[in-house]
């Protein structure tokens, strides 16, 4: 069973930190994702990634920058927290060859002070 | 540019009453559809996509691409069938598919 597991479920933090949240996952998926998920909005896409070290912007990167240093880790960054920037956040992972089929984490409910 | 659109943020519904999500894309190429399921408290997840033309959980889903929907279906509703519902598509792009989702539908089956 795949398991893609994000390191704090609520995180409470001020604006102008910089926050760090973390992904891994265990079934050595190719394919890792960031969205954002807001009441009415759905899912955004902010940042996504195929490989080590590869990074592609997605709909909304403003504000964010990622880091995928190994194959099962894939950080979001917000270099400097904004109110406008609370939000729950889901990552997902997928195998190069059923890109869509994405195996979410339980979330990440951010607040910024 | 990719844009899914579900009209209906809440729809109510006794239980063993028909139930429809509505799903409306617009995509210039020939576009994949999927609808992914959150229960409470639960992991989003894939429902199921049209490419697979199957039924999921009594759930089914047409493309109809003169109408460029995608909506879901569902005869006879079940209190289980409580969550949040979103479509989403996947357009062909250089480096790769990706999905845009849509605003997200939730569904309450009352007993």
């Known amino acids: 069973d795949v398991k893609v597991t994000q390191s704090s479920r609520y995180l409470v933090k001020r604006t102008g930190e910089k926050v760090f949240l973390e992904c891994v996952q265990d079934m050595d998926h190719e394919n890792m994702f960031w969205y954002r998920q807001d009441p009415g909005l759905g899912l955004r896409l902010i940042y996504f990634?195929?490989?080590?070290?590869?990074?592609e912007k997605g709909d909304i990167p403003e504000g964010y920058s990622v880091s995928r240093e190994k194959k099962e880790r894939f950080s979001l960054i917000l270099e400097s927290a904004s109110t406008n920037q609370t939000s729950m956040y889901l990552c997902?992972?997928?195998?190069?060859?059923?890109?869509?089929?994405?195996?979410f984490g339980s979330g990440t409910q951010l607040s910024v002070l | 540019a990719q844009r899914v659109t579900q009209p209906e943020k809440l729809l109510s519904v006794f239980k063993g009453a028909p139930v429809e999500l509505k799903c409306n894309y617009s995509y210039s190429g020939s576009p994949e559809l999927f609808w992914y399921v959150q229960y409470s408290r639960q992991r989003l997840q894939l429902l199921l996509r049209h490419i697979s033309r199957e039924s999921i959980k009594g759930f089914t889903a047409d493309l109809n691409k003169g109408e460029t929907s995608f909506h879901l279906k569902k005869p006879f509703a079940q209190e289980e069938d409580s969550a949040m519902y979103y479509c989403?598509?996947?357009?062909?792009?250089?480096?790769?598919?990706?999905?845009?989702f849509g605003g997200g539908t939730r569904v309450l089956v009352k007993p």
């Open positions: 990634s195929y490989d080590v070290k590869m990074k």
């Open positions: 989403a598509l996947s357009g062909w792009k250089a480096a790769g598919n990706k999905l845009t």
């Open positions: 997902a992972s997928s195998i190069a060859q059923d890109n869509e089929k994405l195996f």
